[in-house]
């Protein structure tokens, strides 16, 4: 079965900069939707960046401009590289993987990034 476990996330102030990885364990199916969500405390988990097959990408609003998914496949891994990070950034960030075939996801364990002067 596949894996997804995340790492990169940490304490940045504001304005600072992270890039989030994804490894991902045995092979991606395609067609597959892999994306980035988030969720704060309190708070309902939300889409944050998602990279569909063709090339295709979708970002939520706040992050526009700021935000970047990428993905390298001979790693076999996906990234989210953050800019201009604002205190409301701060969440717990998972990598999900849709295998669209099948219709079975899977989700990374987090991690934790924290937004903070």
């Known amino acids: 079965q596949v894996q997804l476990v995340e790492s990169g996330g940490g304490l940045v102030q504001p304005g600072g900069s992270l890039r989030l990885s994804c490894a991902v364990s045995g092979s991606i199916p395609s067609p597959n939707v892999m994306g980035w969500y988030r969720q704060a405390p309190g708070k309902q988990r939300e889409s944050v960046a998602v990279?569909?097959?063709?090339?295709?990408?979708n970002y939520a609003a706040s992050v526009k401009g700021r935000f970047a998914i990428s993905r390298d496949n001979a790693k076999n891994a996906v990234y989210l590289q953050m800019t201009s990070l604002k205190p409301e950034d701060t969440a717990v960030y998972y990598c999900h993987l849709l295998n669209i075939r099948d219709g079975t996801d899977c989700w990374g364990q987090g991690t934790q990034v924290t937004v903070s002067s």
């Open positions: 990279f569909v097959n063709g090339g295709n990408t």
